[in-house]
């Protein structure tokens, strides 16, 4: 069956370090992956996407791996802040607009 | 744009009642989907729809669960009857354009089934 893992469910780092998290898949194909935000008692928020022929994707301090092959993709956050704090989600889409999420990694940016 | 919106924000009800969550979409966008979220499942989609139609019901966790969506601005999902296990958010969420569309959430209804 399909499944969706990401990295330990708390991440907890110091400001202005790299965060690093992992999402990573198993019997899927998907056509794109993307990145959402949730904070406490709101709704997931869309980050980036990234395409089944793309490597890698940036945006301002955000970029996103994409590897097929290891069916895995990473997301980083350079030069994290406090505000930075929140529980990110990815998600597998499928051509036919089917988006199935990962149970998400609760980052938590130290001052 | 206001967004997708949602209602009730919170509702408790008692068991075996019914209970109705509404749903507007982003005008214009042409998939609406359901999403329900709690600790122990995290974000699971219900149901889905394409142009009012609905196109994938395999989340519906059983019969007790339908979803409507008479028309291209408003969606219902609805629970009959309710049950504890049934306490989660549920999220309607909106897109346009398959194939790698952003996904819009709404705020969430918090139901809580006691």
């Known amino acids: 069956s399909q499944k969706i893992e990401q990295n330990s469910e708390a991440l907890n780092i110091q400001e202005g370090k790299t965060a690093t998290l992992t999402c990573n898949y198993t019997?899927?194909?998907?056509?794109?992956l993307q990145w959402y935000r949730q904070d406490p008692g709101r709704g997931p928020v869309f980050l980036l996407l990234i395409r089944e022929n793309e490597k890698e994707k940036r945006k301002e301090r955000l970029k996103v791996t994409f590897d097929t092959t290891l069916k895995q993709s990473l997301f980083h956050i350079t030069a994290s802040q406090p505000a930075d704090s929140a529980t990110y989600l990815c998600a597998l889409g499928n051509n036919a607009g089917k988006s199935t999420f990962g149970d998400g990694t609760t980052l938590t940016v130290k001052p | 744009d206001a967004g997708v919106i949602q209602s009730p924000r919170h509702e408790v009800t008692e068991m075996g009642q019914e209970v109705t969550l509404r749903c507007k979409p982003i005008?214009?966008?042409?998939?609406l989907f359901w999403y329900r979220q709690t600790m122990m499942r995290g974000l699971e989609l219900l149901i889905y729809?394409?142009?009012?139609?609905?196109?994938?019901d395999s989340g519906m966790p059983e019969d007790r669960f339908s979803a409507k969506m008479p028309n291209a601005s408003f969606s219902t999902l609805k629970i009959q009857p309710s049950e504890p296990r049934d306490s989660a958010v549920y999220f309607c969420a909106s897109s346009l354009v398959k194939g790698g569309n952003t996904i819009y959430f709404g705020e969430g209804s918090w139901l809580t089934v006691v």
């Open positions: 729809f394409n142009n009012n139609v609905p196109i994938d």
């Open positions: 005008s214009g966008h042409d998939y």
């Open positions: 019997n899927y194909s998907p056509a794109y």
